[in-house]
């Protein structure tokens, strides 16, 4: 089994494409390389206009929607999925089975636990005060911690570490770290409860999340 690319796209040299990828029309892959190679995984479907930089590493099973741009030097894990017209800046950590929606920004320095899930228009920052003189001394990643979710258009402030399955409501304003499991609202984002608290609201089961397995 080889690749499937149109022939509207352009693959660089450098770029080592897994069995079974498929690049959809008008699509970049390995832009600016070699010298930097472009590796990604068996299995990738890369739908049109998406424009990947040389120096990602991406692993298995990869999709992306239309007009994604990634840029470089970004190290991506296994079943990956980054939604139509999301901006992946570079010096990203995305762990395996992160799923990104569509119109994210994900600055530099940006790390995603494996299960993260970003819902739509989601931006994370990474530079406290924009365009001061030195700006790149305190550039500060966000970090959504291992299958967190977070919620339509929240923005996330440079720096803060949402904690493992948090749950970050729509359109929070996140200032503050986030523990483990709470659910916060609001701009300046304030716990209101723990997702143990969450109801199904259309009855189908007791909790919309299943309590976690104990890790040995
Ligand atoms: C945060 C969230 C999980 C809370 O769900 P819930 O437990 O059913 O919420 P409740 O109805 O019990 O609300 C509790 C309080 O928080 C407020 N609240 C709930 N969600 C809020 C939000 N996103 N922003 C601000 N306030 C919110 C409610 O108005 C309520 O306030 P009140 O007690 O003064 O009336 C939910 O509202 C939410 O934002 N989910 C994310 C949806 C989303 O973005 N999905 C993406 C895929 S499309």
Not at 71 to 89: F, L, M, P, Q, Y
Request: aromatic share 4%; charged share 20%; proline share 8%.
């Amino acid at each position: 089994m080889t690749a499937t690319i149109s022939p509207l796209s352009v693959v660089a040299d450098g770029v080592d494409l897994g069995d079974g990828a498929v690049i959809e029309d008008l699509c970049v892959i390995g832009r600016n390389g070699p010298p930097e190679r472009t590796v990604i995984g068996h299995g990738a479907t890369i739908r049109s206009h998406t424009v990947i930089y040389a120096g990602n590493t991406i692993g298995s099973n990869f999709a992306t929607g239309h007009h994604v741009l990634l840029r470089e030097a970004n190290v991506i894990g296994d079943n990956v999925s980054i939604g139509s017209s999301t901006v992946v800046e570079h010096h990203v950590t995305i762990g395996d089975g992160v799923r990104i929606h569509s119109q994210c920004f994900i600055p530099e320095y940006s790390t995603l636990e494996p299960g993260a899930w970003i819902g739509p228009r989601v931006t994370l920052t990474n530079a406290p005060f924009p365009r001061c003189p030195d700006v790149s001394r305190c550039l500060a990643g966000v970090t959504i911690g291992r299958d967190a979710r977070v919620g339509a258009n929240a923005t996330i402030l440079p720096g803060v570490r949402i904690g493992e399955r948090a749950l970050i409501g729509a359109g929070a304003i996140v200032t503050k770290d986030v523990p483990p499991g709470a659910v916060v609202v609001g701009p300046a984002a304030r716990q209101v409860k723990s997702i143990d608290d969450l109801r199904c609201p259309v009855g189908l089961d007791h909790r919309p999340y299943p309590v976690p397995e104990p890790v040995e």
